[in-house]
């Protein structure tokens, strides 16, 4: 069990206690009446997560979500990119597409509800994209289509085969934080009518949205909301959101290193979203929600699965050579940080598929006794060493702000400092013991679409 005893500031100033048990969902107010509940509280079934581990293989069954991998090549060079070292294996090419679908066809017992189709940039490979996802669309015209792409290679032949094909796009773009990755290809005119074009096809039906990372260097929600909503219109969708995993050097010089930096960034973090000026981020919403949801559904955290979801057995990556791999972002050449290969298995048998590359957060140190584990789940499942650790601390400056909006959102009352089984540097949320802490602000109703709070 991991309690915490949360310590809040109320609109008249007065200190308020909550304690809060991530293991069970239970969040309760301490006073001279004894604990009450803050939520009324109707408890669910819950499943048990898949506890993946080298020592406890994570296996693939009856599969939902596939993401096919195309290749890693890219036209960009983002500088914290997850795939910028990872070694690439055998190139794929139109010949492949042929026996792909017959493994596929002769693999997955159920159509798949999702197909995503990755790269690198996916559209480097559309000789060989376009055939594939014409195939597919065929065997399963029910399957949600999806694509990330960075829109400088879009063509208006490419958009209006794109709509046609039912395809949902994540545009990544990073707003005023666009120098990460190269060139901005909204400077272009050519490529900007382009992405406007796609943007204008798709933007009605819902079916687009511009995926943002935050970063050290692009730290502000509200920056990239205002530059996006200049671009694109007030009612832009962001997709992604959150603060980058390091997964080598470029990653971790984006990485906060400092407290008085995580305290400034929560800080800035935490009046950004209260005031307002974050909603069209997905995850502002997402996440407060869910862990609301939590509170009220009364979720244990055996439930909780890694947050990308890729240790579940019904999600499945794999390329285009048969080969099942951990995720999207690696490769069948590539070597986990444990020193399990990133190939898994073989699509034509995965039954046989063993996940060891992978390491579920409750065989981490630190992650049980968190606070905001049932908001974070986890940094990257395979990362280890310096670069876990560095993505645990922003993983914990970025979600512990989500958290405190969340118990604001349920109480009235801005929580200040979390006691418990924590690093004093977490404990002090916003570093308001510190002389030169800047305060988040004047309290304001956060403005957002969420329910289940209490009168």
Not at 78 to 94: L, M, W
Not at 377 to 405: H, I, Q, R, T
Request: net charge negative; with cysteine.
């Amino acid at each position: 069990m991991a309690q915490f005893r949360i310590k809040l500031i109320a609109p008249d100033d007065s200190e308020r206690e909550l304690l809060y048990d991530n293991q069970t969902s239970r969040l309760t107010w301490v006073g001279d009446a004894g604990e009450q509940p803050v939520l009324e509280v109707t408890p669910k079934q819950f499943s048990e997560a898949q506890v993946v581990s080298a020592n406890n293989p994570g296996r693939k069954g009856l599969i939902k979500t596939l993401k096919i991998s195309l290749g890693l090549s890219c036209n960009y060079a983002c500088n914290y990119c997850s795939q910028r070292f990872v070694p690439h294996a055998d190139s794929t090419n139109p010949s492949d597409v042929d026996d792909f679908l017959q493994l596929v066809q002769g693999s997955l017992s159920k159509a798949p509800e999702r197909i995503e189709f990755w790269g690198g940039e996916p559209l480097v490979y559309i000789k060989t994209l376009k055939p594939l996802a014409e195939h597919l669309r065929v065997l399963y015209p029910d399957a949600e289509f999806l694509m990330i792409t960075n829109g400088s290679l879009l063509t208006l032949e490419i958009n209006e085969w794109l709509e046609q094909m039912g395809f949902a796009i994540g545009l990544s773009h990073d707003g005023p934080g666009y120098r990460a990755r190269g060139a901005d290809p909204l400077d272009d005119p050519h490529q900007r009518q382009m992405i406007l074009d796609l943007y204008t096809r798709l933007h009605p039906k819902g079916r687009i949205s511009i995926n943002a990372m935050i970063s050290k260097q692009n730290s502000s929600r509200a920056a990239v909301q205002l530059w996006l909503q200049e671009r694109f219109g007030a009612d832009v969708q962001i997709g992604e959101g959150a603060f980058i995993d390091p997964y080598d050097e470029g990653g971790l010089a984006a990485t906060y290193k400092t407290a008085r930096e995580h305290s400034a960034f929560r800080t800035q973090g935490f009046g950004e979203l209260r005031a307002g000026l974050t909603g069209r981020f997905e995850i502002t919403h997402q996440k407060i929600q869910d862990f609301i949801d939590s509170i009220r559904f009364a979720r244990p955290a055996s439930a909780l699965g890694q947050k990308c979801g890729m240790d579940r057995s019904a999600n499945l990556a794999v390329d285009l050579k048969g080969n099942v791999i951990t995720c999207q972002n690696v490769s069948a050449a590539a070597t986990a940080p444990n020193g399990q290969p990133h190939l898994i298995g073989q699509l034509s048998d995965l039954s046989a598929v063993r996940m060891k590359s992978a390491t579920h957060w409750s065989q981490r140190q630190g992650c049980s006794s968190c606070p905001v584990l049932q908001i974070c789940k986890g940094s990257c499942m395979f990362l280890e060493g310096p670069l876990w650790e560095a993505g645990c601390d922003a993983a914990y400056s970025d979600n512990v702000v989500f958290f405190a909006a969340a118990i604001e959102f349920l109480t009235g009352c801005m929580p200040v400092f979390i006691d418990g089984d924590l690093p004093p540097d977490r404990k002090d949320i916003f570093g308001l013991a510190r002389s030169k802490a800047v305060s988040p602000g004047p309290r304001k109703v956060i403005p957002i679409a969420l329910d289940q709070r209490p009168a």
